[in-house]
């Protein structure tokens, strides 16, 4: 019985300093045009960054379809090999997904 009462004065003195030490922490809200301007910040960032994606985007599909145009027009046989091989990638891609999706057991 002795053990079990040092073990409750130890969490009751721990319980207490606890109290006494978050009562003593002096936490300042920051004001609300602060946080408003942070969010704003955040959110244009973001948009910028967004807007450079799409851009990057933009820019490798017209390289890619200007790639393909001329492999069309210039290399046809070669233009229809490489579409082969994308369809074939895909195809293996897409097989080995739905392999794994039909293996899997959620139990």
Do not use: C
Not at 49 to 78: C, D, H, Q, R
Request: charged letters at 20%; hydrophobic letters at 40%; zero cysteines.
């Amino acid at each position: 019985m002795n053990k079990h009462n040092e073990k409750q004065t130890f969490e009751d003195k721990v319980t207490n300093d606890l109290k006494v030490f978050h009562e003593s922490i002096d936490v300042e809200q920051p004001d609300f045009n602060h946080l408003l301007h942070l969010v704003q910040t955040e959110q244009t960032q973001r948009h910028q960054n967004i807007w450079k994606e799409l851009m990057f985007l933009w820019g490798m599909s017209v390289i890619i379809l200007t790639l393909l145009a001329i492999l069309y027009f210039y290399t046809p046989i070669l233009f229809g090999l490489s579409q082969l091989g994308v369809i074939t990638s895909l195809t293996v891609y897409f097989y080995k997904e739905k392999v794994k999706v039909m293996r899997y057991d959620p139990s």
